[in-house]
Each structure stands twice: as structure tokens, then as C-alpha cells.
């Protein structure tokens, strides 16, 4: 079991100096991301619709049923 877990160990050790060793470099292009945040921006109305058109069907249903099974 001591067998395993330091060979994990190592690998763990291995995997977190590739992952370093990947994120510290300095070559990447900055990105602009000011298009896909007003995109979402501008999405957030049509969604709120959606939402709720959603729930009022779920109330309308479930109004439905609670009518229905006081009636009867």
C-alpha cells in the first residue's frame, strides 16, 4: 500500500510541475472578451421571458390540479 501511495505521490508531484510549468507561459495573446460579455448582456431579457413563461405554465398547471381535486 506505502508502494501506491508514493507512486501516486510522484505522479501527483509530476502532474502539478507540467501543469506550472504550462500556466507560466507568457506567450499567449491577450484575448478580448468585450464581444461575448455584451453578447450575454444582451441575451439576459429574451431568457428572463423564457424563465418566466416556464413558470407561469408550471403554476398554471399546478393550479389546474389543485382546482380540479377540490372540486371533485
Same mark, same amino acid.
Given at each position: 500500500m506505502n508502494r501506491i501511495n508514493a507512486t501516486s505521490r510522484k505522479f501527483a508531484a509530476l502532474a502539478a510541475a507540467g501543469a506550472l510549468a504550462l500556466a507560466t507561459n507568457a506567450a499567449h495573446a491577450a484575448i478580448s472578451v468585450t464581444d %461575448?460579455?455584451?453578447?450575454?448582456?444582451?441575451?439576459? =431579457?429574451?431568457?428572463?421571458?423564457?424563465?418566466?413563461?416556464?413558470?407561469?405554465?408550471? %403554476? =398554471? %398547471? =399546478? =393550479?389546474?390540479?389543485? %382546482?380540479?381535486?377540490?372540486?371533485?
Open positions: %461575448v460579455v455584451t453578447e450575454i448582456g444582451d441575451t439576459v =431579457a429574451p431568457i428572463g421571458l423564457i424563465g418566466s413563461a416556464v413558470l407561469l405554465v408550471v %403554476v =398554471a %398547471v =399546478a =393550479a389546474f390540479k389543485w %382546482v380540479r381535486r377540490a372540486i371533485s
